[in-house]
């Protein structure tokens, strides 16, 4: 009798299968920790956003490129984040006509809290594979990431 396809799947993942595990399981945890933190009205769709921010502010077209999103994803991510007072759009003093997303208060604890919480969930998986073993493992994991992102640029 053949092996099911979904034995198969779960027997010996393929990547695919592996890295969705992995982004949901990180999500899970990291907006349950800043969910604790004071942060519960985010969701993991809102990192696209907050993931990739700076302090200082970020063009939602660089967020877009960073995040792998496209602009509209981003344009509504961002009024979700404006209205949930985490975010606001700001004239660009480098070009007055483009406009930057600029983390508030409450988005800069938000940004800090999420750091410390990521930071925390890589040192756990550190200690439990070893050190080594976690270094090479992202070593590897963002040799493939890149090279997929270089096969089909948006």
Do not use: C, N, W
Not at 125 to 146: C, I, N, P, Q, S
Request: charged share 30%.
């Amino acid at each position: 009798m053949a092996v099911r396809r979904s034995q198969r799947k779960r027997e010996h993942p393929d990547l695919g299968i592996l890295s969705g595990r992995t982004l949901f399981g990180v999500q899970r945890e990291l907006f349950g920790a800043v969910a604790e933190q004071g942060h519960a009205e985010l969701r993991p769709r809102h990192g696209a956003v907050l993931a990739y921010l700076d302090e200082e502010g970020s063009r939602a077209t660089d967020l877009a490129a960073q995040s792998g999103q496209h602009k509209q994803v981003i344009g509504t991510l961002v009024d979700e984040l404006v209205a949930l007072g985490y975010v606001e759009r700001q004239p660009d003093p480098a070009d007055r006509r483009a406009k930057l997303i600029v983390p508030t208060a409450k988005g800069l604890d938000e940004m800090a809290k999420s750091d410390a919480a990521m930071a925390a969930i890589e040192a756990e998986l550190a200690a439990t594979v070893g050190e080594e073993a976690y270094g090479e493992f992202k070593r590897v994991f963002k040799l493939v990431a890149d090279g997929l992102s270089a096969r089909r640029p948006e």
